[in-house]
């Protein structure tokens, strides 16, 4: 694991880049790696805890910019879905409906590259909806925040409010998966300690992220946002 530590941190600081400038995408890039060097279980753990804290980091500058009445409803119903979504689906093939749904993120980020756009409002329902599902397949598969990309990246809404829409609902769904693995007792001092070491890389990476999206325009940002889109598809489809 120490060997591993270096790769780690590597990963990190491209994760942070990709936090600071997408809002979006960290915990997808830095998963497949740290799977590798650190296992699954503590994997989990490490990604959560450096999320929340760079969601601290990120929130007073985009507090402003947040829809509450978009992020609040869906990020309560993905808390909500949470804790149950293994147990409904113990009868069934996880690996069969993660292949699903990262075929649908695929193709539905392909649509959304070629400049279609959903140009209604976002009613309740369809907040609510989109939680579920995000927090459904967030506790089965680990394909939990495509969903939420795809609703709010087909809006018309301008970059900075996707961006703080995507920091706003990862700060409600982020401490309902901590109280989960607390209570599970799955984040042990471990954790605590590699956390220690990789988070200050992290947080300077999504710091000079943040940098680069205050001199970005909206079509490189879409752009960003939809190839991490593509490629959360792609890995679900072949990890």
Not at 81 to 86: E, I, K, L, R
Request: charged residues 10%.
């Amino acid at each position: 694991m120490i060997d591993g530590i270096g790769v780690a941190l590597v990963v990190a600081s491209a994760a942070g880049l990709m936090r600071g400038f997408a809002g979006v995408g960290s915990g997808m890039l830095m998963a497949p790696f740290f799977v590798h060097i650190f296992g699954p279980v503590e994997t989990i753990g490490l990604i959560i805890l450096i999320e929340v804290v760079v969601t601290a980091q990120l929130m007073p500058s985009v507090w402003k910019d947040i829809q509450w009445p978009v992020v609040a409803p869906m990020g309560c119903a993905a808390a909500v879905v949470m804790p149950f979504g293994s147990w409904v689906l113990v009868s069934l093939d996880p690996s069969a409906i993660q292949f699903g749904v990262a075929l649908l993120v695929t193709v539905s980020a392909l649509a959304l590259m070629t400049g279609w756009r959903y140009e209604g409002e976002k009613p309740l329902a369809a907040s609510l909806g989109v939680g579920v599902v995000s927090g459904f397949l967030m506790s089965v598969t680990s394909l939990g925040n495509p969903p939420v990309m795809l609703y709010l990246l087909s809006s018309k809404d301008a970059a900075r409010t996707n961006r703080a829409n995507f920091t706003g609902y990862f700060a409600i769904t982020l401490l309902a998966l901590i109280a989960v693995m607390l209570i599970g007792r799955l984040i042990t001092w471990q954790t605590v300690l590699i956390v220690a070491v990789i988070l200050p890389i992290f947080m300077l990476a999504t710091w000079i992220g943040s940098r680069m999206f205050s001199t970005a325009n909206e079509t490189t940002y879409r752009w960003v946002a939809f190839v991490i889109l593509l490629l959360a598809g792609l890995y679900g489809m072949f990890r």
